[in-house]
């Protein structure tokens, strides 16, 4: 989720660099830095925050030189601190690397490579990448062959860009799974390297695309592409037309829906390094929490805002079936008022996504003037949610530009699951079997929420048919009633249209009188315990003429024959089930509010980030 651009020609690079950094701005990063190869030395200047401050350091400390390298972060291990920012230089100061993915086995690396006398300089799972690949020149391999042997050690997804001053000549680019793309950029008497089409733009229009276990040895006059195994590789050239920004957002036509589609890999990232499916074990390093801790805890006190809140509402669900922990979600714009009843063995919890929300920052606050336990889950590492709690988890979900939050709710849903786990086996309330089983079902859900990304045009019909409706109200029981309460949160914030949640149970008691034929209904019923009181509501609202939608488990013909319309999702282990069912009400809302031609990601009234009570 980071951005990379490289150089190598007979132009000064630090401009072309800076400029392409520039570039990929607008999608939000934590700190920036560049490598210049300058008379035979790698230059390095580093700078947490905004890029002009970078600028400002390269202006007062110039590097000149044709082939460099650029980098700007979103932090994932260790703060957005200058030192933790890429380029990340090898002890040689022969190598610098920058890196987009998660080295899922750093820590591990890290050990063996510390054991061999390695020194390390950063937080960062990126540097285990610059000394493997010294270690490999140290045994006098050509620089190719250290690269194309250290990659062979990485768990997880990357895009690296390596420069060397045992290769003055050349850039090599390479990319393993799906962590952003390598792009290379062809130009006359010099060529380019970039995370993302964007940065490069102002350059060329002809490109070439890595593909995952590729590497490019790139010169100023000539591009070599191979496999990770050494054999030589045609990629075809690809003309690009498109302007910046939509470029950016590639084949979508807005953020909210790209990052509705990128849950799948936001969702792997975030249980990347976390999960071992091997000895079924959760790590979650960052908590800080001991065996003491775990067991003396009474309370967790769930705290945030808006989407935010809505994951909280889950987490208390999960937190009390799986880890017997009694949990409450307090929103976070009230609690301060509260008078709460907290003390040391309380814990109080809050999730965000900017981890910059006032309100969900002053409930944090309050929790710890009343001596609780502060944690976060945060997406934005860094923030002032993640410095002020004792422990943290990040929600690993990338930049998310769109306002309407969607894959920032997904993520902090599978890491609660990971904490309940973690405090159930910490506390000895789950036996080996059951952690295992529990564990287990987490390697599902990539898969599960890809099957509902495939559904779209079901979703896409059902809009257009629905786009003209004034109101509509969202049921749920038991843990869907946070989706039904999210779903209707989306819908609202990006097409302006009225919905309502309420718990399905609480109908008989005054919100039926609202339905007719002119108040659709979404009802939540996938097959868990609650289905069949879901489906006696479902027909309930069917006799007086409210339209439904039904978001139901594949196959349930039931379902099918009471509903207007289906959203179909796989079937779900039911802890995990908000996971899969939120996708098709986050589809629904993206393509009403885009079908009525409306600002999707810059609803009225709405800002990103909510910095004031
Ligand atoms: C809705 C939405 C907001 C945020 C809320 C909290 O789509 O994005 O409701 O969830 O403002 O923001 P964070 O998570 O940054 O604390």
Redesign the pocket.
Known sequence: MCGIVGYVGDQNATPIVLNGLRRLEYRGYDSAGIAVLSNGNVEVRREAGKLSKLESLVQNQPIQGTIGIGHTRWATHGEPTARNAHPHIGNTGKVVVVHNGIVENYLELKADLEAEGVEFHTETDTEVIVHLIEQFLSQEEPLEEAVRKALKYLKGAHGIVVLSTMAPDTIIAARIGNAGGVVIGLGDGENFIASDIPAILDHTRRMLFLESHQMAVVSKSSIQIQSLDGKKVHLEEHNIGWDPIAAEKGEYRHFMQKEIHEQVRSLTDTLAGRVDFDDGRIHLPQLNLSPELAGRIKKIILT?????AHAGMVGKILLERIARIPAQLEIASEFRYEDPIVDSDTVVLA???????AD?LAAMEEGRKRGAVLWSIVNAIGSQAMRVADGYISMQSGPEIG???TK?FSAPLVDLYMLAVLLADLRGVINERQRHQLVSDLRLVPDLVGKCLDREKDVLQAAREMRYIRNILYLGRGIQMPIAHEGA??LK?ISYIHAESYPAGEMKHGPIALIDRDMPVLALAPRDQWYEKMISQIEQARARGGNVIVVATEGDQRAAELADHVFWVPETPWLLSPVVTVIPLQMFAYHIAALKGLDVDQPRNLAK??TVE
């Open positions: 945030a805002c808006g989407t935010a999730i965000s996504q900017s981890g910059e929300t969900t306002v309407a939050s920032a949160l989306k914030e980030s909510v």
